[in-house]
């Protein structure tokens, strides 16, 4: 998967088919997204799933950013960014009579994906070929 992101050419040398390859990719991460959604769908039908889910493919995108395009960096991104959510949630809860209005406390998630896009992490190199067709020659 990795040399089909990085350099398409090298991978359809060695037999690897590209175009195969991207689209099994495509369709097992939309697999993936499909059981989220209706986990999330599930668990809560009433009007609060449009606020649960609300900005959380930017904070995906930010995850992967953040985890330097790599799986183990991308887990432990997520535990992070998983860590905020949770805690901001439970500072809405708990912290209730605090001077700090409730609104200041759930941005704290959105802040730490912004941190992380703007680049405070370090210059981040997404794979070379992504977004990039790929064409027989």
């Known amino acids: 998967m990795r040399s089909v992101g990085e ?9 690897v088919s590209v175009t195969r390859m991207r689209y099994g990719a495509v369709i097992l991460g939309g697999f993936v997204a499909g059981l989220r959604w209706r986990r999330v769908h599930d668990w809560c039908r009433d009007e609060l799933h449009l606020r ?4 959380y493919g930017y904070i995906a995108l930010a995850i992967m ?19 905020t959510i949770a805690l901001s949630a439970n500072l809405n809860i708990y912290l209730s009579q ?6 200041f406390i759930s941005m704290l998630p959105y802040i730490i994906t912004i941190a992380a ?3 405070l992490v370090g210059r981040i190199r ?3 070929a992504d ?3 790929f064409s027989r020659e």
Do not use: D, H
């Not at 350099?7 to 040398?13: I, N, S, V």
């Not at 649960?52 to 900005?55: D, Y």
């Open 131 to 133: 977004g990039v067709p």
């Open 7 to 15: 350099k398409p050419l090298a991978a359809e040398t060695v037999g």
């Open 65 to 83: 950013i953040f985890g330097r395009w790599r799986p183990y960096g991308a887990l432990m991104a997520s535990l992070l960014f998983g860590f």
């Open 126 to 128: 997404p794979p070379a």
């Open 52 to 55: 649960m889910t609300n900005g």
């Open 98 to 103: 605090l001077v700090i209005p409730q609104q």
């Open 117 to 119: 896009v703007a680049g």
